[in-house]
Nanobody, 123 residues
Framework: QVQLVESGGGLVQAGGSLRLSCAASGRTFRRYAMGWFRQAPGKEREIVAA????????YYTNSVKGRFTISRDNAKNTVSLQMNSLKVEDTAVYYC????????????????WGQGTQVTVSS
C-alpha cells in the first residue's frame, strides 16, 4: 500500500501562485512516476504534470507549460507542483498519484491516489 497526502491548495487571485505538495509513504519502491491531475466540476480528470521518479524527466499538459513546475525530493519522498500565473480555468481539485507504468499520461494507469486538494482561482 502507498499513502499519498496532498497539501497547499487554497484560494488565490488570477495571476497569483500556489505550491502543492504530496507526501508519499508506504511501499513506494514500485513507483515509476508520480503525477498531478485535476478535476473541475462537470469535467473529466486530466493530467497536469508527471515526473519520472528515477530520472526526473517531466511531462506537462500544454495548458500549463511555462507556468507550472513539477519537482521531486527523493530524501523526503515528496512531489511538488509550483503553479505560477494562475488562471481562473486552473480552478479544480488537484490530486497526486503514483504509477508503476511508463504511460504517465493516462489516469487509469495510476494505482494510488491522494484525497485531493482544492485550488480556486478568482478573477
Amino acid at each position: 500500500q502507498v499513502q499519498l497526502v496532498e497539501s497547499g491548495g487554497g484560494l488565490v487571485q488570477a495571476g497569483g501562485s500556489l505550491r502543492l505538495s504530496c507526501a508519499a509513504s508506504g511501499r513506494t519502491f514500485r513507483r515509476y512516476a508520480m503525477g498531478w491531475f485535476r478535476q473541475a466540476p462537470g469535467k473529466e480528470r486530466e493530467i497536469v504534470a508527471a515526473i519520472i521518479w528515477s530520472t526526473g524527466s517531466t511531462y506537462y499538459t500544454n495548458s500549463v507549460k511555462g507556468r507550472f513546475t513539477i519537482s521531486r525530493d527523493n530524501a523526503k519522498n515528496t512531489v511538488s507542483l509550483q503553479m505560477n500565473s494562475l488562471k481562473v480555468e486552473d480552478t479544480a481539485v488537484y490530486y497526486c498519484a503514483t504509477t508503476p507504468s511508463m504511460n504517465v499520461i493516462r489516469a487509469s494507469e495510476y494505482n494510488y491516489w491522494g484525497q485531493g486538494t482544492q485550488v480556486t482561482v478568482s478573477s
